[in-house]
């Protein structure tokens, strides 16, 4: 496409960004319907995903880029059956909850959503979030929530990151009208655009050399010819970027690719390992799958070891490039003390911890209790698990790998041994009702559940409360300036 035709076309896609268009129009003789707009709009501190919420004219309207008291005129850019998704036109009145955003590529990029909310109220509405779901599945409408465990660090508080690289970065207001030498973009999505990658300059998330490392390998891919990946079309060399930092000071940085090209790689892998001698680990995944995850795929490694050493309180834990490991070490650490705490351990308890990972809540609670037994359906993860336990000489621990839906049972329980209590921090989706209706037979005397989904937590617990009582709940913000939160629970067996 000729330069001129390409700066014309990108333009478009901004001003289809700036309205929050979805879709890309088609032409058409068919008379346009009139876009509506709801005027004066106060906006409520009720909220959905994330985005708060107003009502105009009997209807709930999600509001993007607003805050609790903001006054607006809406427009309407996405009709569902429940509600009108909107976008403010005009502000009348702003929020005086509203504080202005540190980062550059607030409001384009899908990421810290609400970095225009004064913390204080950030930590507000993530208890709320956990105390209505509560009360809609689990009907704990009596039970006093224990107070969110807020984070001391708001900045550099990730110790993974996960990058795309695109042919057809989004451009910036100020690029419209410029020739555009280069359109090739490595960062994060934009907001219902998945075809679309926001250009990173700087990164809030994670600490140095993320940032470094990252603009580094695009100006070298740029300078090199090496191509960005095309989602559309499906081609191009490098499609994302992870890179793990640590409390140990040590770096790893995975590229993956959408084909093998070992002469191209290794140019760009010997750059880095003499750029940055933090990186202790260099490898890359070759995906030719239609989607991004690279999970399960070989990982290759081109210079050092094949994982990084992370730290929770006196615990080391070996991370390869596919280890599921808590992002937030800080934090973590405060919701693993609290899981300790909630034990009530007398030393000679036998703990289940189903859906372990690699073990780090087993291996962190071990030396309370007389063993634990971990139980994960991710054989990589399961060795992971038992080489930390060798290497913090940690030796009450067994870890077997299986679907707790799968393995839980008679023959499981005469081998192991049944559980004096549970810990359980299964996925988004929550647990298997099988592994439920094993839990309420055996019946062990505590339940303590940690969770990323307070609505699939609450779900669960609510079928559990036929033998149980809701003891506690927690919050803990392991990711400031989003709206997610995670959730701790704790369950007493009804005598």
């Known amino acids: 496409m ?132 509560f009360a809609e599945l689990a009907q704990t409408h009596k039970l006093t929530f224990d107070p969110i465990i807020s984070a001391n660090t708001h900045k550099y508080y990730r110790n993974k990151l996960d990058y795309s690289f695109s042919n057809r970065r989004w451009l910036e207001k100020t690029e419209l009208g410029q020739e555009i030498e280069n359109y090739d973009g490595l960062g994060f999505h934009v907001p219902n655009r998945f075809e679309k990658i926001v250009d990173i300059k700087n990164c809030y998330l994670q600490p140095e050399p993320s940032n470094q490392i990252r603009l580094a390998i695009k100006d070298y891919a740029v300078e090199h010819q090496l191509s960005f990946f095309d989602i559309i079309k499906k081609e191009g060399l490098l499609r994302n970027l992870m890179i793990r930092t640590t409390e140990t000071g040590e770096v790893m940085v995975v590229l993956i690719l959408f084909y093998s090209d070992p002469e191209k ?103 309370d209790v007389r063993k634990v037994v971990g139980v994960e359906c991710i054989p990589t993860a399961i060795e992971d698990a038992w080489e930390n336990g060798r290497l913090n000489q940690i030796n009450n621990v067994h870890f077997v790998v299986g679907q707790a839906e799968k393995i839980l049972g008679e023959e499981f329980f005469q081998e192991h041994g049944k559980p004096d209590i549970v810990i359980t921090d299964p996925p988004r989706a929550g647990m298997h009702p099988k592994v439920l209706k094993m839990l309420l037979r055996i019946a062990p005397k505590r339940i303590i559940y940690v969770s990323c989904n307070p609505m699939t937590q609450a779900k669960d617990i609510s079928v559990l409360q036929e033998k149980y009582q809701l003891e506690r709940v927690q919050p803990v913000d392991m990711f400031p300036h989003t709206h997610h939160v995670e959730n701790v629970a704790l369950l007493l067996r009804r005598e």
């Open 2 to 133: 000729h330069n001129s035709c390409m700066v014309l076309f990108h333009a478009f896609f901004i001003a289809a960004q700036n309205q929050f268009i979805i879709k890309i129009p088609q032409m058409s003789r068919k008379k346009v319907k009139k876009t509506k707009i709801y005027p004066q709009v106060r906006v409520s501190d009720e909220f959905y995903k994330g985005y708060f919420l107003a009502e105009a004219e009997n209807r709930k309207l999600i509001m993007e880029h607003t805050l609790p008291g903001d006054v607006v005129d809406a427009k309407v850019v996405g009709r569902k059956k429940s509600y009108r998704q909107t976008i403010p036109l005009h502000f009348h009145e702003h929020s005086s909850l509203r504080k202005e955003p540190f980062c550059e590529h607030f409001g384009t990029c899908g990421g810290c959503r609400w970095q225009n909310l004064q913390y204080e109220q950030q930590t507000h509405y993530k208890e709320k979030q956990v105390e209505e779901a």
């Open 265 to 367: 790689i290794t140019g760009l892998m010997e750059f880095l390992q003499k750029q940055f001698p933090q990186i202790v680990s260099l490898q890359y995944i070759v995906n030719s799958k239609a989607n991004d995850n690279y999970q399960g795929l070989p990982v290759e490694l081109v210079f050092g070891r094949d994982f990084v050493r992370e730290k929770i309180a006196d615990l080391e834990f070996k991370v390869r490039a596919q280890t599921f490991f808590q992002v937030n070490p800080e934090q973590t650490e405060k919701m693993y003390n609290l899981v300790r705490r909630w034990g009530n351990f007398q030393g000679d308890e036998c703990v289940y911890d189903l859906y372990t990972g690699t073990g780090t809540i087993a291996h962190y609670i071990a030396r």
